[in-house]
């Protein structure tokens, strides 16, 4: 084990269900200061898409109001930035956008704030091979910490991009963020799920211990039209990309893995049964090494003794995911359905073999989030419900990121094993699998 790892606490953090208040029944934030954010990336997840309901701007100019101000856009697209404020100064937003400047890089903003006041948070939403390291150009935590110490930081997932042979960086970076005491928030929001919550409240309530999680998590892989996602070498893969998220889901209920354990197997691209029909990019522009998986399969061990599985699909069609996790006791069953559209929480507890059945409208886990970020920033205490809370940590996220690099090389490897099987029983065949070129 890596000697900068903390040992994290078994028990996750939950939070106050007062907490997750729905973004049109938030009260106003107290004070009139003015709250200044810095974004870095002026992409999708900061200003929206039709790709899904992530923007993390939308959420907080409901949280802050008339306080937000963006004092700053970071990108090195600078076109995309003026156009993102462009449309934010025509909207009733423009209190928080009419003085935004733009820079190409945070050495340029670091250079124009000499004797500027400082802003009270960066929300980091650039592709993650900049940032999770300690080297120069991948280090923008570091480089956040070394020029506006104290500032808070919200960085979206993965940590970072590095293979499971670089992940002693990522660890030292969580320690260097650790150390400092600097304020930190992953976006792992499915945590904020009201459903989730309440999965952590039966736990908690009846004192029950894990047993098992099953995660299953199948993309619609027609409505994906990026090239980049089809490219390991550029996205990393669906597993440390994309069902990262269902690898965190599955260590906030069953706790930290035995990465030693972590076995996978893959349906490749070359296999007959992998074989897509609605594919909206080209594929064969991609080096057939980068080509990701169709269903990726991986069961490991928790440190608990507790078993993990999930198995990830890029199979179907239209637009909608189809996406369960599980969670079984002794004597009970949490079956989380459909959490990124409409949450629906199954539940099978002893004394009943029936399954009742609990629904969370209107749920916007990244609006809970960004809240409770703002609201720790802030220090604001409030007699109506238990403080703020951070539910994924830097050194929690490090966790995921290491059990979803875990997973994918472990595919890899079985990929490679049955590649030299194939080869040693039909040499002929040289490296053409079950007959697909
Ligand atoms: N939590 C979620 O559900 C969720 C959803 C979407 C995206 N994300 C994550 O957010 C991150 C960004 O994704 P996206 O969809 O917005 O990508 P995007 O491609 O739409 O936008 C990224 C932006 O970053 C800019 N950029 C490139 N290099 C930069 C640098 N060095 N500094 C600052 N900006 C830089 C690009 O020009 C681009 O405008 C990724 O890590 C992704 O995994 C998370």
Redesign the pocket.
Known sequence: MAHNRPVLPTRRPSIDPARLVPMDKIVRLKGKADFKVVF????????G?D????NHSFRLEHKLGRRLKVDAI????IE??LSVIQEKCDMFVVSAYEDTRVF???EEYTQAMVNQEKPRAFV????????GTMRP?RD?EMQILRDFPGVAIFV???VATGPLSEIDDVFTVSKVLSESRTLCSV???LRYLRAVQKMKQIIQDNDLTVMATVARYATAYEAIN?P?WWDKSK?YGPIV??G??FCDLSRYFGGDVDISSVSAHSLDWDEKAGRLSKMKIDESKIAPDNRIPRVTAATWKYDNGAVGSFTHMVALQGSNYSCEFEVYTDGYELKLVNPYVQPVLIIRQPGDDHESKLRFPDDDP?FSEISNFVDLVEDVKDSNSSPPEILSSYEDACRSYELSWAIREASERSRDDRLEALELAEPKANGKVNGVH
């Open positions: 870095i990336g002026a992409g999708n997840i900061m200003f898409s790709e899904g309901p992530w970071i990108d090195p697209n995309r930035a190409r890089t945070l980091v939403g650039s592709p993650a091979q900049f940032r150009g923008v979206e997932k993965p976006g792992y929001m990026k980049d996205s990309e994309q990262t998220h990244f």
